[in-house]
């Protein structure tokens, strides 16, 4: 099923996770519904601005997925509102600054981007209704002994 011109509804409920544990991915009619909002104001701006491939790393996660990964009961992937992309050749911040200058989301978190790295991290992205543009950048830091993640405000490079 074609969610948009570029997005596919397989691109967003590929899982490795669920194909090894046979969990469900399947999307409800209204998930599918907020998936083809998130790409038609988010992430098809992207692939016609940059006229490159958005290549998804993680999309909608059914309950029983995001359980099994140790995904937040708070996701928006559980809810199909969001996508963890990349797009080949193009720095993740570069990305992000431009989708900071230029859309609406919900939530724009530039995820484990390392400086002088353009290759690192991804970027997630969710889009509802009553979006927020929210701007965070997510690292992996030692803290208390263990690593643990922490967001910061705004997009850091």
């Given at each position: 099923?074609?969610?948009?011109?570029?997005?596919?509804?397989?691109?967003?409920?590929?899982?490795?996770?669920?194909?090894?544990?046979?969990?469900?991915?399947?999307?409800?009619?209204?998930?599918?519904?907020?998936?083809?909002?998130?790409?038609?104001?988010?992430?098809?701006?992207v692939r016609n601005h940059f006229m490159r491939p958005v290549v998804l790393s993680s999309g909608f996660r059914s309950d029983p997925v995001n359980r099994a990964i140790g995904g937040s009961r708070t996701s928006q992937h559980r809810l199909g509102e969001a996508g963890d992309f990349e797009i080949p050749g193009l720095s993740n911040v570069e990305v992000a600054q431009w989708m900071h200058r230029h859309l609406n989301y919900d939530q724009l978190i530039l995820e484990f981007y390392t400086p002088g790295d353009p290759n690192s991290g991804w970027i997630h992205v969710s889009w509802r209704p009553n979006y927020r543009n929210q701007e965070l950048t997510a690292r992996r830091e030692r803290r208390w002994g263990r690593w643990k993640t922490v967001y910061y405000a705004g997009l850091l490079p």
């Open positions: 099923m074609r969610l948009s011109e570029h997005f596919m509804l397989s691109e967003f409920t590929k899982s490795q996770t669920a194909s090894r544990l046979g969990l469900d991915n399947t999307p409800s009619d209204q998930e599918i519904i907020r998936m083809q909002a998130l790409c038609h104001h988010v992430l098809e701006p």
